[in-house]
């Protein structure tokens, strides 16, 4: 098991590796590969689930997508992304979403979209012994206030609010922060200033560790950022075997003898 200890002590002697997972088989191999730490994303809305944004996808869902991912991990440390308007509102809904996630479905941390709202929350949290990882720079939740997903951090006014942000959660007790979409330069400074572990998502080679979407990093999605590199084709994998699949049933040579069960020894039934 991985703890929020190992993984900082990883950091800054060796890359730290998360990927994405939403379902029991999909864990069990990114576990097998020894992937650091299963981000149980909110991305599974658009990676799995058909929608176009993370808004969408509730507390309900994201737990149904935890325990599948919990169950089927033996080594690697589980973290819920927590959805939209499940934290942030009011601090007892966020403790209670949050708790849900290590309590009943075996977590062993949580994810935070953060900004000015979540530096309490955080220091809340930690107290309570939930674990969280901090999530700055963009942060897709806020799809309809960007009206897209920008890059974040590209002036020196935004780029010093992450700065200040990542150190405010960071005091609050936040074990990592994951930076998406940043200048690397920005991600480079703000690693360099405090002393957690940095994860980035299109925020260059600087940070301690990175992370993808599974689907775009094996090739299962229909569009993937450009920050996003494909290691495998999983997709064409997929496709050609459906239509091997397909073609074997109109062709009549599937199922084979070998595919048939004994005939049972009956008399003809009438
Ligand atoms: O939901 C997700 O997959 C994420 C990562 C991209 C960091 O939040
Ligand atoms: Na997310």
């Excluded at 900004?115 to 799809?143: F, N, S």
């Excluded at 974040?152 to 200040?164: H, K």
């Excluded at 699949?245 to 069960?261: D, I, L, N, Q, T």
Aim: hydrophobic letters at 40%; aromatic letters at 6%; glycine letters at 8%.
């Amino acid at each position: 098991m991985t703890s929020v200890r190992d993984l900082q002590a990883k950091a800054g002697t060796e890359p730290i590796t998360m990927l994405t997972a939403y379902d029991a088989p999909t864990a069990a191999i990114v576990d097998d590969a020894g992937v650091d730490v299963i981000l149980v994303g909110d991305s599974v809305a658009n990676a799995a689930l058909g929608y176009e944004t993370t808004v969408p996808v509730d507390v309900d869902v994201m737990a149904h997508h935890v325990g599948a991912v919990t169950r089927a991990t033996e080594e690697a440390m589980v973290v819920a992304d927590m959805p939209f308007l499940s934290y942030g509102a009011d601090e007892a809904t966020g403790i209670e979403n949050a708790g849900r996630m290590l309590q009943q479905e075996d977590a062993d941390a949580v994810k935070l979209e953060c900004g000015p709202h979540t530096v309490d929350l955080t220091r809340r949290l930690v107290e309570l012994g939930i674990p969280v990882m901090a999530h700055l720079g963009l942060t897709p939740q806020h799809v309809n206030q960007y009206g897209g997903y920008p890059r974040q951090g590209t002036d020196q006014e935004s780029a010093e609010r992450i700065l200040e942000l990542a150190r405010e959660h960071e005091d609050a007790g936040a074990f990592s922060l994951v930076l998406e979409h940043v200048p690397s330069n920005v991600a480079a400074e703000v690693t360099d200033a405090i002393d957690i572990p940095t994860i980035g998502i299109g925020a260059g080679p600087d940070c301690d560790g990175q992370v993808l979407v599974f689907h775009d990093a094996v090739g299962m999605s229909e569009w993937s950022p450009s920050f996003a590199k494909q290691f495998g084709d999983v997709k064409g994998e997929m496709e050609s075997a459906v239509s091997d699949y397909v073609e074997a049933v109109e062709s009549e040579s599937f199922p084979a003898e070998e595919h048939s069960h004994e005939q049972a020894d009956l008399d003809e039934l009438y």
